[in-house]
C-alpha cells in the first residue's frame, strides 16, 4: 500500500464568497496566502513526493509550503463548473428552482452546462492512483474541494446524494492508502493542520 495525503489550496478572493471556482485560474488571496504561511504539516508526511494541481492557488499553497518542486499533474485539477464557474450555488438554486434541485440529485452525475462530473473526475484520478499505488511511496497532493469530495466517494461508495456520511474541512489533511490497482482505502478525514508556533 502506498500513502497519499490531500490537501485543498489555500483561500482566494472567491472562497469567502462561496464561488464555484472550478477550473478558473485564480491566485491565492493575500489573506489566502497569510493562512498557508501558518500551517504546518505533521511529521508523517515528511520525505513524501509531492504533487499539486497545475492551477495557479494550489501550486501557490506548494511553494508557501516550502515545496515549489511540486510535479504539476492536471489529473489533479478542480472539477469543471463550465458556465456556472464564478457563480454562488445559492443564486444558481433562487434562479433555477426545481431545475437545480434535479440536476443536483444526480449526485456522482451532477454536471454544470459545458461543466463535468464528479464521476468524470473520479475516472480521470483512477490512472494516477493507479501509478501511486505501483510506486509504492508517501505522496501529498496540493489539489482541490472537488477533487477531494470525488476521491472521498470513490473510497466509501458514497453517491454524493445528499450530506456526505463526515462533513469535509476546508483546510485540513485527508490521508489514503492506495493499493497497486489504485483502489483507495481511506484511513483519517479531516486531519487539522498544526498551526505555526
Do not use: C
Request: glycine fraction near 10%; avoid cysteine; proline fraction near 8%.
Amino acid at each position: 500500500m502506498a500513502r497519499l495525503v490531500l490537501l485543498r489550496h489555500g483561500p482566494t478572493a472567491w472562497t469567502p464568497e462561496h464561488r464555484l471556482q472550478g477550473q478558473s485560474d485564480l491566485p491565492l488571496s493575500p489573506e489566502g496566502r497569510r493562512a498557508v504561511a501558518s500551517w504546518r504539516l505533521p511529521p508523517e508526511v515528511a520525505g513524501f513526493a509531492w504533487l499539486t494541481s497545475p492551477l495557479r492557488r494550489a501550486r501557490e499553497t506548494a511553494v508557501l509550503l516550502g515545496h515549489g518542486e511540486a510535479r504539476a499533474d492536471r489529473r489533479l485539477a478542480e472539477m469543471s463548473f463550465g458556465e456556472w464557474e464564478g457563480q454562488r450555488l445559492r443564486d444558481l438554486r433562487a434562479r433555477l428552482g426545481s431545475a437545480m434541485d434535479e440536476i443536483e440529485g444526480q449526485g456522482l452525475d451532477f454536471r454544470a452546462p459545458g461543466g463535468e462530473s464528479p464521476r468524470e473526475v473520479q475516472a480521470r484520478l483512477a490512472p494516477l492512483l493507479a501509478e501511486i499505488g505501483r510506486d509504492g511511496r508517501g505522496h501529498l497532493a496540493v489539489t482541490h474541494k472537488g477533487v477531494i469530495r470525488a476521491l472521498y466517494a470513490l473510497a466509501t461508495g458514497w453517491q454524493m446524494l445528499g450530506e456526505p456520511p463526515q462533513p469535509f474541512a476546508d483546510f485540513a489533511l485527508h490521508i489514503y492508502d492506495v493499493a497497486r490497482d489504485g483502489t483507495p482505502v481511506l484511513l483519517r478525514h479531516n486531519l487539522p493542520l498544526e498551526p505555526a508556533g
